[in-house]
């Protein structure tokens, strides 16, 4: 199994930055993905962003596009979410989740609420 436990999620205002951090624990060894998806108050979970490990190929959602940056530190099995320019928008509880490969089991983090006043 993997365990993950976000942080770094806060109260800011618009246009400020956050950086959210995601530490991974466990079968890490297995991980083929690792991805931030959020959820506003009455909405679904959406995507955000992802880190294909192995390929280091990071993917965003259009929302976020130019100006959230997810990034990896492989040494300490950690994943990261620089988010500049925040807008009142991005306020959501954010997720982290990671994905093995193999059976393609999927894992979800407890979450960590961002908060975006005008």
């Known amino acids: 199994q993997v365990q993950l436990v976000e942080s770094g999620g806060s109260l800011v205002q618009a246009g400020g930055s956050l950086r959210l951090s995601c530490v991974a624990s466990g079968r890490t060894y297995s991980i083929y993905r690792m991805a931030w998806f959020r959820q506003a108050p009455g909405k679904e979970r959406e995507f955000v962003a992802e880190y294909r490990w192995g390929a280091g190929i990071k993917e965003y959602a259009d929302s976020v596009k130019g100006r959230f940056t997810i990034s990896r530190d492989s040494a300490k099995n950690t994943l990261h979410l620089q988010m500049d320019s925040l807008k009142p928008e991005d306020t959501a509880v954010y997720y982290c989740?990671?994905?093995?490969?193999?059976?393609?089991?999927?894992?979800w983090g407890q979450g960590t609420q961002v908060t975006v006043s005008s």
């Open positions: 989740n990671a994905v093995e490969r193999g059976d393609w089991e999927t894992y």
